[in-house]
Protein backbone atom coordinates (compact mmCIF):
# COMPACT_ATOMS: atom_id res chain seq x y z
CA UNK A 1 0.00 0.00 0.00
CA UNK A 2 1.56 3.44 -0.70
CA UNK A 3 1.73 5.47 2.15
CA UNK A 4 1.00 8.48 0.41
CA UNK A 5 -2.62 7.41 -0.45
CA UNK A 6 -3.42 6.47 3.35
CA UNK A 7 -3.19 9.64 5.29
CA UNK A 8 -4.82 9.35 9.15
CA UNK A 9 -8.27 9.09 9.55
CA UNK A 10 -9.13 8.73 5.85
CA UNK A 11 -10.46 4.52 6.49
CA UNK A 12 -9.66 3.63 3.10
CA UNK A 13 -13.03 1.37 3.61
CA UNK A 14 -16.05 2.42 5.06
CA UNK A 15 -17.01 0.36 8.26
CA UNK A 16 -20.40 -0.57 9.31
CA UNK A 17 -19.35 -1.43 12.78
CA UNK A 18 -17.39 0.73 15.59
CA UNK A 19 -13.65 0.53 15.07
CA UNK A 20 -13.29 -0.80 18.57
CA UNK A 21 -15.44 -3.62 20.09
CA UNK A 22 -14.72 -4.97 23.56
CA UNK A 23 -17.38 -7.76 24.01
CA UNK A 24 -17.67 -9.17 27.49
CA UNK A 25 -13.84 -8.76 28.09
CA UNK A 26 -12.22 -10.44 31.74
CA UNK A 27 -8.61 -10.13 32.36
CA UNK A 28 -7.00 -12.27 35.04
CA UNK A 29 -3.37 -11.09 36.27
CA UNK A 30 -1.89 -14.02 37.87
CA UNK A 31 -5.11 -15.49 37.98
CA UNK A 32 -6.75 -12.89 39.97
CA UNK A 33 -9.79 -11.31 38.03
CA UNK A 34 -8.89 -6.98 37.29
CA UNK A 35 -11.19 -6.74 34.44
CA UNK A 36 -14.78 -7.93 34.28
CA UNK A 37 -17.43 -7.89 31.92
CA UNK A 38 -16.48 -4.94 29.97
CA UNK A 39 -18.50 -3.68 26.68
CA UNK A 40 -17.56 -0.83 24.89
CA UNK A 41 -17.59 0.35 21.65
CA UNK A 42 -15.60 2.87 20.26
CA UNK A 43 -16.79 4.76 17.04
CA UNK A 44 -14.93 6.08 14.31
CA UNK A 45 -13.73 9.76 14.59
CA UNK A 46 -14.96 9.43 18.49
CA UNK A 47 -12.44 10.90 21.31
CA UNK A 48 -12.82 8.74 24.20
CA UNK A 49 -11.16 9.52 27.92
CA UNK A 50 -10.76 6.51 29.80
CA UNK A 51 -10.86 7.67 33.28
CA UNK A 52 -10.88 6.38 36.74
CA UNK A 53 -8.37 6.09 39.77
CA UNK A 54 -5.10 4.18 40.16
CA UNK A 55 -5.78 0.55 39.77
CA UNK A 56 -9.13 1.26 38.89
CA UNK A 57 -7.97 -0.99 35.24
CA UNK A 58 -8.17 1.77 32.81
CA UNK A 59 -4.37 0.85 31.36
CA UNK A 60 -5.40 -3.02 31.98
CA UNK A 61 -8.00 -2.24 29.45
CA UNK A 62 -5.78 -0.63 27.18
CA UNK A 63 -3.29 -2.88 27.01
CA UNK A 64 -6.58 -5.66 26.77
CA UNK A 65 -7.48 -3.92 23.42
CA UNK A 66 -3.65 -3.84 21.96
CA UNK A 67 -2.82 -7.68 22.42
CA UNK A 68 -0.51 -6.48 25.27
CA UNK A 69 -2.70 -8.63 27.66
CA UNK A 70 -4.55 -11.88 27.24
CA UNK A 71 -8.12 -12.22 27.28
CA UNK A 72 -9.63 -14.35 30.39
CA UNK A 73 -12.74 -14.51 28.45
CA UNK A 74 -14.95 -12.08 25.67
CA UNK A 75 -13.42 -10.69 22.51
CA UNK A 76 -11.77 -7.76 21.56
CA UNK A 77 -11.93 -6.68 17.84
CA UNK A 78 -10.54 -3.78 15.76
CA UNK A 79 -11.65 -2.25 12.88
CA UNK A 80 -14.29 -5.45 12.28
CA UNK A 81 -11.47 -7.88 13.07
CA UNK A 82 -10.85 -10.11 15.83
CA UNK A 83 -7.74 -9.08 17.59
CA UNK A 84 -6.17 -12.85 17.70
CA UNK A 85 -6.59 -12.49 13.56
CA UNK A 86 -5.22 -9.16 13.18
CA UNK A 87 -2.72 -8.20 11.28
CA UNK A 88 -3.04 -4.31 10.34
CA UNK A 89 -0.92 -2.94 12.62
CA UNK A 90 0.06 0.18 10.56
CA UNK A 91 -3.58 1.27 11.49
CA UNK A 92 -2.68 1.54 15.29
CA UNK A 93 -0.79 4.24 17.09
CA UNK A 94 0.21 2.82 20.44
CA UNK A 95 1.91 5.61 23.12
CA UNK A 96 2.77 3.17 25.58
CA UNK A 97 2.86 4.57 29.57
CA UNK A 98 6.24 5.87 30.02
CA UNK A 99 7.84 8.54 31.79
CA UNK A 100 10.93 8.46 29.51
CA UNK A 101 11.85 7.49 25.95
CA UNK A 102 15.65 6.96 26.71
CA UNK A 103 17.26 3.51 26.98
CA UNK A 104 20.71 2.49 28.04
CA UNK A 105 22.21 3.63 24.94
CA UNK A 106 21.71 7.07 23.28
CA UNK A 107 19.25 7.72 20.35
CA UNK A 108 18.09 10.95 18.00
CA UNK A 109 14.65 11.94 18.63
CA UNK A 110 14.64 10.89 14.72
CA UNK A 111 15.71 7.56 15.19
CA UNK A 112 13.04 7.00 17.74
CA UNK A 113 9.80 8.48 16.21
CA UNK A 114 11.51 6.70 12.92
CA UNK A 115 10.68 3.46 14.66
CA UNK A 116 6.95 3.91 14.32
CA UNK A 117 7.39 3.59 10.77
CA UNK A 118 8.52 0.30 10.94
CA UNK A 119 4.71 -0.73 10.65
CA UNK A 120 4.77 0.64 6.88
CA UNK A 121 8.25 -0.75 5.99
CA UNK A 122 8.46 -3.48 4.05
CA UNK A 123 11.19 -6.02 5.14
CA UNK A 124 14.72 -4.81 4.71
CA UNK A 125 14.06 -1.73 3.02
CA UNK A 126 15.98 1.24 3.85
CA UNK A 127 13.52 4.69 4.90
CA UNK A 128 12.31 6.35 1.50
CA UNK A 129 11.00 9.62 0.36
CA UNK A 130 7.44 8.93 1.82
CA UNK A 131 8.63 7.73 4.87
CA UNK A 132 10.66 10.56 5.47
CA UNK A 133 8.22 12.37 5.01
CA UNK A 134 5.73 11.31 7.36
CA UNK A 135 8.67 11.05 10.41
CA UNK A 136 9.00 15.04 9.45
CA UNK A 137 5.05 16.22 9.44
CA UNK A 138 5.00 14.11 12.75
CA UNK A 139 7.82 15.97 14.74
CA UNK A 140 5.79 19.09 13.20
CA UNK A 141 2.57 18.16 14.63
CA UNK A 142 4.42 17.70 17.87
CA UNK A 143 6.05 20.59 17.96
CA UNK A 144 9.42 19.10 17.84
CA UNK A 145 10.95 19.02 14.14
CA UNK A 146 13.77 21.27 15.02
CA UNK A 147 14.94 19.09 18.01
CA UNK A 148 15.30 15.92 15.08
CA UNK A 149 19.12 15.77 15.62
CA UNK A 150 19.67 15.56 19.45
CA UNK A 151 19.47 13.16 21.66
CA UNK A 152 16.35 12.10 23.13
CA UNK A 153 17.77 12.75 27.15
CA UNK A 154 18.39 16.14 26.28
CA UNK A 155 14.63 16.55 26.17
CA UNK A 156 12.31 17.47 28.92
CA UNK A 157 10.15 14.60 30.88
CA UNK A 158 7.44 16.31 28.42
CA UNK A 159 8.88 16.95 25.25
CA UNK A 160 10.23 13.15 25.46
CA UNK A 161 6.40 11.94 25.96
CA UNK A 162 5.50 14.60 22.78
CA UNK A 163 8.37 12.10 20.93
CA UNK A 164 6.42 8.93 21.79
CA UNK A 165 3.52 10.49 20.61
CA UNK A 166 5.04 11.34 17.16
CA UNK A 167 6.29 8.00 16.77
CA UNK A 168 3.06 6.79 16.59
CA UNK A 169 2.09 9.10 14.55
CA UNK A 170 4.86 8.30 11.98
CA UNK A 171 2.95 5.49 10.67
CA UNK A 172 -0.04 7.32 9.61
CA UNK A 173 -2.78 5.06 12.19
CA UNK A 174 -6.20 5.84 11.74
CA UNK A 175 -6.43 4.68 15.33
CA UNK A 176 -4.42 5.58 18.66
CA UNK A 177 -4.11 4.32 22.28
CA UNK A 178 -2.45 6.31 24.51
CA UNK A 179 -1.72 5.44 27.94
CA UNK A 180 -1.39 8.28 30.42
CA UNK A 181 0.72 10.73 27.81
CA UNK A 182 -0.22 13.47 30.46
CA UNK A 183 1.42 11.82 33.58
CA UNK A 184 3.92 14.13 34.98
CA UNK A 185 4.02 16.48 32.32
CA UNK A 186 3.88 20.35 33.21
CA UNK A 187 1.11 22.91 31.82
CA UNK A 188 2.68 24.13 28.96
CA UNK A 189 3.54 20.72 27.43
CA UNK A 190 0.17 19.59 28.23
CA UNK A 191 -0.60 22.52 25.75
CA UNK A 192 1.44 21.03 23.39
CA UNK A 193 0.10 17.66 23.92
CA UNK A 194 -3.67 19.10 23.65
CA UNK A 195 -2.20 21.19 20.56
CA UNK A 196 -1.07 17.65 19.05
CA UNK A 197 -3.90 15.94 20.06
CA UNK A 198 -6.22 18.61 18.47
CA UNK A 199 -4.83 18.04 14.87
CA UNK A 200 -5.32 14.44 15.12
CA UNK A 201 -9.06 14.86 16.23
CA UNK A 202 -9.57 17.27 13.06
CA UNK A 203 -7.56 14.70 10.69
CA UNK A 204 -10.42 12.17 11.48
CA UNK A 205 -8.47 9.98 13.94
CA UNK A 206 -9.89 8.03 16.25
CA UNK A 207 -8.30 8.38 20.11
CA UNK A 208 -8.91 6.80 22.78
CA UNK A 209 -6.48 7.84 25.84
CA UNK A 210 -6.09 6.98 29.08
CA UNK A 211 -5.98 9.77 31.80
CA UNK A 212 -5.97 10.20 35.53
CA UNK A 213 -6.88 13.83 34.84
CA UNK A 214 -7.70 15.04 31.04
CA UNK A 215 -6.40 19.19 32.16
CA UNK A 216 -5.88 21.30 28.66
CA UNK A 217 -7.79 17.81 27.05
CA UNK A 218 -10.34 18.42 27.95
CA UNK A 219 -12.02 20.06 25.40
CA UNK A 220 -11.10 17.55 22.97
CA UNK A 221 -13.00 14.46 24.54
CA UNK A 222 -16.32 13.39 22.71
CA UNK A 223 -17.09 10.78 25.57
CA UNK A 224 -15.90 9.73 28.76
CA UNK A 225 -15.40 6.30 30.08
CA UNK A 226 -14.98 6.02 33.75
CA UNK A 227 -13.58 2.81 34.90
CA UNK A 228 -14.10 1.77 39.34
CA UNK A 229 -12.28 -1.30 40.00
CA UNK A 230 -12.26 -3.18 37.18
CA UNK A 231 -15.69 -2.53 35.68
CA UNK A 232 -17.52 0.22 33.62
CA UNK A 233 -18.45 2.69 35.86
CA UNK A 234 -19.69 5.84 33.50
CA UNK A 235 -20.18 5.83 29.93
CA UNK A 236 -20.89 8.91 28.57
CA UNK A 237 -20.68 12.64 27.70
CA UNK A 238 -17.50 13.95 29.20
CA UNK A 239 -17.63 14.73 32.86
CA UNK A 240 -14.88 17.69 34.37
CA UNK A 241 -11.94 16.42 36.30
CA UNK A 242 -13.55 17.58 39.49
CA UNK A 243 -16.56 15.21 39.62
CA UNK A 244 -14.43 11.91 38.44
CA UNK A 245 -12.05 12.26 41.17
CA UNK A 246 -14.64 13.39 43.60
CA UNK A 247 -14.25 10.64 46.37
CA UNK A 248 -18.19 9.75 46.37
CA UNK A 249 -18.33 9.36 42.66
CA UNK A 250 -20.58 6.82 41.22
CA UNK A 251 -20.17 5.83 45.17
CA UNK A 252 -23.51 3.69 45.34
CA UNK A 253 -22.41 1.76 48.75
CA UNK A 254 -19.82 3.72 50.26
CA UNK A 255 -20.42 2.06 53.41
CA UNK A 256 -18.91 -1.03 52.79
CA UNK A 257 -15.95 0.89 50.46
CA UNK A 258 -12.72 -1.66 51.50
CA UNK A 259 -9.18 -0.61 50.77
CA UNK A 260 -7.30 -3.10 49.28
CA UNK A 261 -5.07 -3.77 51.64
CA UNK A 262 -1.20 -5.34 51.30
CA UNK A 263 0.33 -7.82 53.10
CA UNK A 264 3.39 -7.27 54.78
CA UNK A 265 5.22 -10.32 55.20
CA UNK A 266 5.46 -10.80 51.05
CA UNK A 267 9.08 -12.27 50.37
CA UNK A 268 11.37 -9.73 49.38
CA UNK A 269 13.47 -11.78 46.89
CA UNK A 270 11.75 -14.37 44.82
CA UNK A 271 12.62 -17.11 42.49
CA UNK A 272 12.64 -15.41 39.24
CA UNK A 273 10.25 -17.47 37.35
CA UNK A 274 7.29 -15.68 40.45
CA UNK A 275 7.49 -12.66 38.73
CA UNK A 276 4.86 -13.45 36.47
CA UNK A 277 2.06 -12.56 38.70
CA UNK A 278 3.54 -9.30 39.17
CA UNK A 279 1.85 -6.00 37.88
CA UNK B 1 58.63 -6.87 17.04
CA UNK B 2 58.89 -9.95 14.43
CA UNK B 3 56.81 -11.52 17.11
CA UNK B 4 53.83 -10.29 15.31
CA UNK B 5 55.20 -12.37 12.32
CA UNK B 6 54.90 -15.47 13.48
CA UNK B 7 51.89 -17.65 11.93
CA UNK B 8 49.95 -17.85 15.18
CA UNK B 9 50.36 -14.32 16.23
CA UNK B 10 48.77 -13.43 12.57
CA UNK B 11 45.64 -15.83 13.38
CA UNK B 12 45.32 -14.39 16.46
CA UNK B 13 45.31 -10.63 15.20
CA UNK B 14 42.96 -12.09 12.43
CA UNK B 15 40.75 -13.87 15.58
CA UNK B 16 41.31 -10.21 17.62
CA UNK B 17 40.06 -8.19 14.76
CA UNK B 18 36.19 -9.86 13.60
CA UNK B 19 35.90 -10.74 17.55
CA UNK B 20 36.66 -6.88 17.88
CA UNK B 21 33.71 -5.90 15.40
CA UNK B 22 31.42 -8.27 16.81
CA UNK B 23 31.26 -7.85 20.52
CA UNK B 24 30.62 -4.32 20.46
CA UNK B 25 27.65 -5.06 18.12
CA UNK B 26 25.32 -7.18 20.05
CA UNK B 27 26.95 -5.16 23.35
CA UNK B 28 25.34 -2.08 21.85
CA UNK B 29 21.67 -4.11 22.26
CA UNK B 30 22.55 -5.37 25.40
CA UNK B 31 23.44 -2.57 26.84
CA UNK B 32 20.33 -0.55 25.37
CA UNK B 33 17.90 -2.82 27.00
CA UNK B 34 20.29 -2.45 30.16
CA UNK B 35 21.37 -5.75 30.53
CA UNK B 36 24.88 -5.33 30.15
CA UNK B 37 26.06 -8.09 32.91
CA UNK B 38 24.02 -10.77 30.31
CA UNK B 39 27.24 -11.14 28.48
CA UNK B 40 29.02 -11.65 31.71
CA UNK B 41 25.80 -14.29 32.28
CA UNK B 42 26.50 -16.20 29.48
CA UNK B 43 30.02 -16.19 29.94
CA UNK B 44 29.82 -17.83 32.58
CA UNK B 45 27.29 -20.79 31.27
CA UNK B 46 30.06 -20.89 28.42
CA UNK B 47 32.71 -22.26 30.73
CA UNK B 48 30.44 -25.26 31.69
CA UNK B 49 30.22 -26.05 27.59
CA UNK B 50 34.04 -25.78 27.20
CA UNK B 51 34.18 -28.56 30.06
CA UNK B 52 32.12 -30.55 28.65
CA UNK B 53 34.18 -30.02 25.45
CA UNK B 54 37.31 -31.39 27.45
CA UNK B 55 35.70 -33.99 29.18
CA UNK B 56 33.73 -35.82 26.28
CA UNK B 57 36.81 -34.82 24.02
CA UNK B 58 34.89 -33.17 21.23
CA UNK B 59 35.74 -29.64 20.17
CA UNK B 60 35.36 -26.88 23.66
CA UNK B 61 34.19 -24.29 20.49
CA UNK B 62 31.25 -25.76 19.55
CA UNK B 63 29.75 -27.56 23.09
CA UNK B 64 30.34 -24.13 24.06
CA UNK B 65 28.48 -22.28 21.28
CA UNK B 66 25.56 -25.11 22.36
CA UNK B 67 25.39 -24.43 26.08
CA UNK B 68 25.72 -20.43 25.74
CA UNK B 69 23.33 -20.61 23.50
CA UNK B 70 20.80 -22.19 25.55
CA UNK B 71 21.86 -20.56 28.63
CA UNK B 72 20.85 -17.08 26.61
CA UNK B 73 17.33 -18.67 26.05
CA UNK B 74 16.52 -19.59 29.34
CA UNK B 75 18.12 -16.12 30.42
CA UNK B 76 15.75 -14.19 28.22
CA UNK B 77 12.77 -17.04 28.67
CA UNK B 78 13.38 -15.88 32.86
CA UNK B 79 13.71 -12.38 32.28
CA UNK B 80 10.55 -12.06 30.29
CA UNK B 81 8.21 -14.00 32.73
CA UNK B 82 9.48 -12.09 35.66
CA UNK B 83 11.06 -8.64 34.47
CA UNK B 84 11.47 -8.04 37.97
CA UNK B 85 13.59 -10.56 38.75
CA UNK B 86 16.11 -10.55 35.69
CA UNK B 87 18.99 -9.82 37.77
CA UNK B 88 18.27 -12.73 39.99
CA UNK B 89 18.09 -15.44 36.79
CA UNK B 90 21.27 -13.38 35.61
CA UNK B 91 23.09 -14.28 39.06
CA UNK B 92 21.52 -18.03 39.18
CA UNK B 93 23.18 -18.37 35.78
CA UNK B 94 26.47 -17.15 36.72
CA UNK B 95 26.93 -19.55 39.42
CA UNK B 96 25.53 -22.49 37.67
CA UNK B 97 28.03 -22.01 34.90
CA UNK B 98 30.68 -21.83 37.08
CA UNK B 99 30.39 -24.75 39.70
CA UNK B 100 29.48 -26.49 36.49
CA UNK B 101 32.41 -26.14 34.37
CA UNK B 102 34.88 -26.94 37.14
CA UNK B 103 33.34 -29.79 38.41
CA UNK B 104 33.03 -31.41 34.97
CA UNK B 105 36.62 -30.45 34.55
CA UNK B 106 37.85 -32.05 37.55
CA UNK B 107 35.65 -35.48 36.69
CA UNK B 108 37.51 -34.75 33.46
CA UNK B 109 40.48 -35.32 34.97
CA UNK B 110 41.93 -31.97 34.43
CA UNK B 111 42.85 -29.49 36.70
CA UNK B 112 41.49 -25.95 36.92
CA UNK B 113 44.39 -24.53 35.26
CA UNK B 114 43.46 -25.80 31.68
CA UNK B 115 40.67 -23.80 31.83
CA UNK B 116 43.12 -20.75 32.06
CA UNK B 117 43.38 -20.22 27.90
CA UNK B 118 39.35 -20.15 27.70
CA UNK B 119 39.12 -17.43 30.92
CA UNK B 120 41.71 -15.20 30.29
CA UNK B 121 41.98 -15.60 26.22
CA UNK B 122 45.76 -17.01 24.73
CA UNK B 123 47.62 -16.31 21.75
CA UNK B 124 49.43 -19.15 21.04
CA UNK B 125 46.44 -21.80 21.27
CA UNK B 126 44.43 -20.73 18.31
CA UNK B 127 44.63 -23.12 15.46
CA UNK B 128 43.60 -21.96 11.88
CA UNK B 129 40.57 -24.10 12.09
CA UNK B 130 39.10 -21.88 15.44
CA UNK B 131 40.35 -18.99 12.88
CA UNK B 132 38.11 -20.00 10.31
CA UNK B 133 34.80 -20.49 12.74
CA UNK B 134 35.94 -16.84 14.60
CA UNK B 135 35.24 -14.88 10.83
CA UNK B 136 32.33 -16.87 10.11
CA UNK B 137 30.79 -16.30 13.27
CA UNK B 138 31.53 -13.04 14.00
CA UNK B 139 30.27 -11.68 9.85
CA UNK B 140 27.27 -13.73 10.83
CA UNK B 141 26.80 -11.72 14.33
CA UNK B 142 27.93 -8.18 12.44
CA UNK B 143 25.83 -8.65 9.29
CA UNK B 144 22.82 -9.53 11.54
CA UNK B 145 23.35 -6.47 13.76
CA UNK B 146 23.79 -4.46 11.07
CA UNK B 147 20.90 -5.71 8.69
CA UNK B 148 17.71 -5.87 11.03
CA UNK B 149 18.95 -2.67 13.05
CA UNK B 150 15.66 -0.90 12.50
CA UNK B 151 13.72 -3.88 14.20
CA UNK B 152 16.29 -4.84 17.18
CA UNK B 153 16.49 -0.85 17.88
CA UNK B 154 12.57 -1.02 18.21
CA UNK B 155 12.38 -3.86 20.08
CA UNK B 156 14.94 -3.26 22.71
CA UNK B 157 13.80 0.62 22.91
CA UNK B 158 10.22 -0.14 24.06
CA UNK B 159 8.61 -3.51 23.63
CA UNK B 160 5.29 -2.86 23.95
CA UNK B 161 5.20 -0.21 21.21
CA UNK B 162 7.35 -2.55 19.25
CA UNK B 163 4.68 -5.37 19.61
CA UNK B 164 1.96 -3.33 19.11
CA UNK B 165 3.62 -2.36 15.85
CA UNK B 166 3.21 -6.17 14.94
CA UNK B 167 6.94 -6.96 15.34
CA UNK B 168 7.28 -10.25 17.09
CA UNK B 169 9.32 -9.45 19.97
CA UNK B 170 9.95 -12.73 21.27
CA UNK B 171 12.20 -14.02 18.40
CA UNK B 172 13.91 -10.62 18.28
CA UNK B 173 14.86 -11.00 21.81
CA UNK B 174 15.69 -14.54 21.67
CA UNK B 175 18.04 -13.54 18.48
CA UNK B 176 20.20 -11.23 20.39
CA UNK B 177 20.55 -13.64 23.07
CA UNK B 178 21.92 -16.07 20.85
CA UNK B 179 23.46 -13.87 18.73
CA UNK B 180 25.48 -12.71 22.41
CA UNK B 181 25.97 -16.15 22.93
CA UNK B 182 27.61 -16.93 19.59
CA UNK B 183 29.89 -13.86 20.18
CA UNK B 184 30.77 -14.82 23.87
CA UNK B 185 32.24 -18.37 22.12
CA UNK B 186 34.05 -16.22 19.64
CA UNK B 187 35.71 -14.09 21.82
CA UNK B 188 36.07 -16.89 24.48
CA UNK B 189 40.00 -17.58 22.45
CA UNK B 190 40.66 -13.90 22.34
CA UNK B 191 39.51 -12.26 25.61
CA UNK B 192 38.27 -15.37 27.46
CA UNK B 193 35.31 -15.89 29.02
CA UNK B 194 35.24 -14.07 31.91
CA UNK B 195 36.36 -10.93 30.27
CA UNK B 196 34.44 -11.67 27.15
CA UNK B 197 31.31 -9.02 28.75
CA UNK B 198 34.12 -6.18 28.77
CA UNK B 199 34.34 -6.17 25.24
CA UNK B 200 30.71 -6.19 24.07
CA UNK B 201 30.23 -3.30 27.11
CA UNK B 202 32.95 -0.83 27.39
CA UNK B 203 33.52 0.08 24.22
CA UNK B 204 29.64 1.10 23.60
CA UNK B 205 29.85 3.23 27.04
CA UNK B 206 33.17 5.01 25.73
CA UNK B 207 31.24 5.58 22.18
CA UNK B 208 28.69 7.25 24.28
CA UNK B 209 30.68 9.63 25.89
CA UNK B 210 30.74 11.98 22.34
CA UNK B 211 27.70 10.35 20.45
CA UNK B 212 23.80 11.42 20.65
CA UNK B 213 22.51 8.94 17.94
CA UNK B 214 22.02 5.26 18.34
CA UNK B 215 23.71 4.69 14.84
CA UNK B 216 26.87 6.63 15.72
CA UNK B 217 27.52 4.62 19.34
CA UNK B 218 26.55 1.70 17.53
CA UNK B 219 29.58 2.14 14.62
CA UNK B 220 31.80 4.22 17.22
CA UNK B 221 31.68 0.99 19.54
CA UNK B 222 32.62 -1.32 16.91
CA UNK B 223 35.68 0.94 15.23
CA UNK B 224 36.88 1.50 19.27
CA UNK B 225 35.74 -2.72 19.86
CA UNK B 226 38.66 -3.20 17.20
CA UNK B 227 41.13 -1.02 18.89
CA UNK B 228 41.15 -2.37 21.65
CA UNK B 229 41.00 -5.67 20.44
CA UNK B 230 44.05 -5.47 18.26
CA UNK B 231 45.61 -3.28 20.22
CA UNK B 232 45.72 -5.17 23.36
CA UNK B 233 46.82 -8.28 21.34
CA UNK B 234 49.74 -6.71 20.69
CA UNK B 235 50.70 -5.17 23.74
CA UNK B 236 50.13 -9.31 25.40
CA UNK B 237 52.28 -10.41 22.51
CA UNK B 238 55.05 -8.13 23.33
CA UNK B 239 54.93 -8.37 27.12
CA UNK B 240 54.21 -11.96 26.72
CA UNK B 241 58.67 -12.32 25.66
CA UNK B 242 59.23 -11.35 28.92
CA UNK B 243 55.88 -12.23 31.63
CA UNK B 244 53.26 -14.33 31.58
CA UNK B 245 50.90 -12.22 30.39
CA UNK B 246 47.32 -13.41 28.86
CA UNK B 247 45.43 -11.19 25.95
CA UNK B 248 41.89 -11.02 27.51
CA UNK B 249 43.44 -8.61 30.89
CA UNK B 250 45.30 -6.39 28.29
CA UNK B 251 42.47 -5.77 25.78
CA UNK B 252 40.02 -5.11 28.62
CA UNK B 253 42.33 -2.89 30.36
CA UNK B 254 43.01 -0.65 26.86
CA UNK B 255 39.30 0.11 26.51
CA UNK B 256 39.00 0.93 29.83
CA UNK B 257 42.04 3.47 29.34
CA UNK B 258 40.00 4.60 26.18
CA UNK B 259 36.89 5.28 28.49
CA UNK B 260 38.44 6.85 31.17
CA UNK B 261 40.23 9.32 28.62
CA UNK B 262 36.92 9.94 27.11
CA UNK B 263 34.82 10.35 29.81
CA UNK B 264 35.84 13.66 30.67
CA UNK B 265 34.85 14.48 27.22
CA UNK B 266 32.25 13.39 27.89
CA UNK B 267 31.22 15.37 31.03
CA UNK B 268 32.39 18.65 29.43
CA UNK B 269 29.97 18.00 26.56
CA UNK B 270 27.12 17.15 28.75
CA UNK B 271 27.62 19.72 31.06
CA UNK B 272 27.97 22.26 28.13
CA UNK B 273 24.77 20.53 26.25
CA UNK B 274 23.35 21.16 29.62
CA UNK B 275 24.18 25.08 30.44
CA UNK B 276 23.00 25.95 26.78
CA UNK B 277 19.22 24.27 27.34
CA UNK B 278 17.15 27.05 26.70
CA UNK B 279 15.41 28.84 29.76
CA UNK B 280 11.49 28.52 30.01
CA UNK B 281 9.28 30.46 28.39
CA UNK B 282 8.40 32.60 31.12
CA UNK B 283 8.64 36.51 30.80
CA UNK B 284 10.54 38.10 33.34
CA UNK B 285 8.20 38.98 36.56
CA UNK B 286 8.80 43.03 35.97
CA UNK B 287 11.23 45.14 34.13
CA UNK B 288 14.48 45.49 35.49
CA UNK B 289 18.07 47.25 34.69
CA UNK B 290 21.08 46.23 36.06
CA UNK B 291 23.61 48.77 36.77
CA UNK B 292 26.64 49.90 34.52
CA UNK B 293 27.71 46.67 33.04
CA UNK B 294 31.33 46.73 32.38
CA UNK B 295 31.39 45.44 29.08
CA UNK B 296 28.91 45.14 25.85
CA UNK B 297 27.46 41.07 25.77
CA UNK B 298 28.39 39.07 22.69
CA UNK B 299 30.01 35.76 21.14
CA UNK B 300 33.41 37.53 22.37
CA UNK B 301 32.37 38.47 25.78
CA UNK B 302 32.60 34.78 27.58
CA UNK B 303 29.46 34.76 29.32
CA UNK B 304 27.14 31.78 28.32
CA UNK B 305 24.54 32.77 25.72
CA UNK B 306 21.23 30.69 26.24
CA UNK B 307 18.03 31.39 24.02
CA UNK B 308 15.04 32.60 26.21
CA UNK B 309 12.02 32.65 24.21
CA UNK B 310 12.73 35.27 20.96
CA UNK B 311 15.82 36.62 22.52
CA UNK B 312 19.13 35.53 24.26
CA UNK B 313 19.66 35.84 27.71
CA UNK B 314 23.82 36.46 28.76
CA UNK B 315 24.32 33.80 32.20
CA UNK B 316 27.26 35.36 34.75
CA UNK B 317 27.12 35.34 38.61
CA UNK B 318 23.74 34.10 38.77
CA UNK B 319 22.16 36.98 37.14
CA UNK B 320 20.70 36.47 33.06
CA UNK B 321 21.48 39.73 31.38
CA UNK B 322 18.97 40.41 28.37
CA UNK B 323 19.69 42.92 25.91
CA UNK B 324 17.12 46.04 26.12
CA UNK B 325 18.11 48.89 24.01
CA UNK B 326 20.87 51.02 25.69
CA UNK B 327 20.81 48.65 28.61
CA UNK B 328 20.21 45.28 29.89
CA UNK B 329 17.76 44.09 32.16
CA UNK B 330 17.49 41.30 34.63
CA UNK B 331 15.39 38.47 33.52
Same mark, same amino acid.
Given at each position: ????????? /????????????????????????????????????????????????????????????????????????????????????????????????????????????????????????????????????????????????????????????????????????????????????????????????????????????????????????????????????????????????????? /?? /???????? /??????????????? | ????????????????????????????????????????????????????????????????????????????????????????? #????????????????????????????????????????????????????????????????????????????? *???????????????????????????????? *????????????????????????? #????????????????????????????? *??? #????????????????????????????????????????????????????????????????????????????
Amino acid at each position: MLTGSHPPG /HSSQHLSGPVVSVRGVAVALGGRPVLRGINLDVADGDFVALMGANGSGKSTLVRAMTGLRPLAKGTVSLFGTDLAAYRDWHRIGFVPQRSSAATGVPASVWEVVASGRLTRRRWRRPLGRADRTAIRAALEVVGLADRSRDGVTALSGGQQQRVLIARALAGEPDLFFLDEPTAGVDFANQQALAQALGVLKSRGATVVLVAHELGPLASLVDRAVVMRDGRVAYNGPPLGDDTVQHPLFLESHS /HH /HVEPRRHS /HAPQVTAPWDGGAQR | MNILTYDFMIRALVAALFTGLAAPAVGTYLVQRRLALMGDGIGHVAVTGVALGLLTGTSPTWTAVGVAAMGAVLIEVIRENGRANGDVA #LALLFYGGIAGGVLLIGIAGQNAASLQAYLFGSITTTSSGDVWVTVVLSLIVVVVCLGLLPQLFAVAQDEEFAAVAG *LRVRFFNILVAVLAAVTVTVAMRTVGLLLVSA *LMVVPVATAQQVTRSFRSTLGLAMG #LGVGASLGGLVLAALASQRWAVAPGPSIV *LLA #LAGFALTWPIGAVLRRRQQLAEPFGPHDPLDHEETGQHPHEHGPECGHAAVTHGDHVDYVHDGHRHASHGEHYDEH
